[in-house]
């Protein structure tokens, strides 16, 4: 199976930046969109932001609607996720993951619609 590797988590201040990155070890076999989620200590795994195949499509949560902005590169096989002006409450791990087959112009928000689940990357913002 594809592998999944997340990076660029660290430790920040409020109103810093980061850009997180997941790339995938090979080409995927079939369309793929690509999610970030997050989960804070204690708290339930939750939707961050998604993008579709074609990259024409994309949602964000609530929460970090306006602040943070996900893109794809499809010919070197990487989503990003940057993060602006960051919050402590964006303190998390965060997810990247991959649904095949699904319509080109789909962006999941569902965590059960995604096949493939990278291994985290650590992001905390604290003063």
């Known amino acids: 199976q594809v592998r999944l590797e997340e990076s660029g988590g660290g430790l920040v201040q409020p109103g810093e930046s980061l850009r997180l990155s997941c790339v995938a070890s090979?080409?995927?076999?079939?369309?793929?969109?690509t999610g970030w989620f997050r989960q804070a200590p204690g708290k339930a795994r939750e939707f961050v932001a998604s993008?579709?195949?074609?990259?024409?499509?994309?949602n964000y949560s609530d929460s970090v609607k306006g602040r943070f902005t996900i893109s794809r590169d499809n010919r070197r096989r990487v989503v990003y996720l940057q993060m602006n002006n960051l919050k402590s409450e964006d303190t998390a791990v965060y997810y990247c993951?991959?649904?095949?087959?699904?319509?080109?112009?789909?962006?999941?928000?569902?965590?059960?619609?995604?096949?493939?689940w990278g291994q985290g990357t650590q992001v905390a913002v604290s003063s």
């Open positions: 993951a991959a649904a095949y087959g699904g319509s080109v112009h789909v962006a999941p928000k569902e965590g059960s619609e995604y096949d493939n």
């Open positions: 090979e080409e995927h076999r079939s369309t793929v969109a």
């Open positions: 993008i579709s195949p074609r990259g024409d499509k994309k």
